[in-house]
């Protein structure tokens, strides 16, 4: 269903901040955050332990605020989460920004707004976002981004949309496909 939504980024998330699925042009986005084939990407573990997203963030310091408020919110709603737990262990050991933006306490709910990005082949974006629940999977959100209409952004979008589809047609640094993850339904 995601690769049907052909003009904009997609993509499906949990709580603990995994990046679980992506539409095209929502792993072409998002090419630095595939970065390691060996493990689920996670923006987390990117925004703290990836040098690459103090470029893709321009401003580095709010999406790492946001990053831990997020994965605040998401301890309050499950504290008996294994992996949140293991995530937060990880990210505290290995960053101290992330160890002292946890002590801060700070919790928030991403739903809407704008986000900048400063992708490593078009550039800077300026993207509205609508993050959703997904009814069928409540731990699940999907995200969808949009450039305003005629602007440079939406130039972009369109100039990555081209870059994604040469990366697709034959060569080995493409991003992986979006069901390299699957996403496993939760137990009702």
Not at 23 to 46: I, K
Not at 56 to 75: E, G, H, K, S
Not at 81 to 110: C, P
Request: net charge negative.
């Amino acid at each position: 269903m995601l690769d049907a939504i052909a003009t904009a980024p997609a993509i499906i998330g949990n709580n603990r901040m995994d990046l679980l699925a992506a539409n095209h042009l929502g792993r072409a986005m998002y090419d630095d955050v595939y970065a390691d084939p060996t493990r689920t990407p996670n923006f987390a573990r990117f925004t703290f332990l990836d040098s690459a997203a103090r470029r893709f963030f321009p401003d580095w310091d709010l999406a790492a605020d946001m990053t831990v408020a997020n994965l605040r919110t998401a301890a309050g709603k499950d504290p008996h989460d294994k992996g949140l737990h293991d995530l937060v262990g990880e990210l505290s050991t290995r960053s101290d920004d992330f160890r002292r933006r946890w002590g801060a306490h700070n919790v928030r709910i991403h739903g809407t707004g704008i986000k900048h990005f400063r992708h490593h082949i078009v550039g800077d974006l300026t993207l509205s976002y609508e993050s959703m629940d997904l009814r069928a999977e409540p731990d699940l959100t999907m995200t969808l981004y949009a450039a305003e209409p005629g602007s440079p952004s939406e130039d972009a979008l369109r100039l990555l949309a081209s870059w994604a589809a040469s990366q697709e047609t034959g060569s080995a640094a493409r991003p992986p496909s979006a069901d390299a993850v699957p996403v496993v339904p939760s137990p009702s």
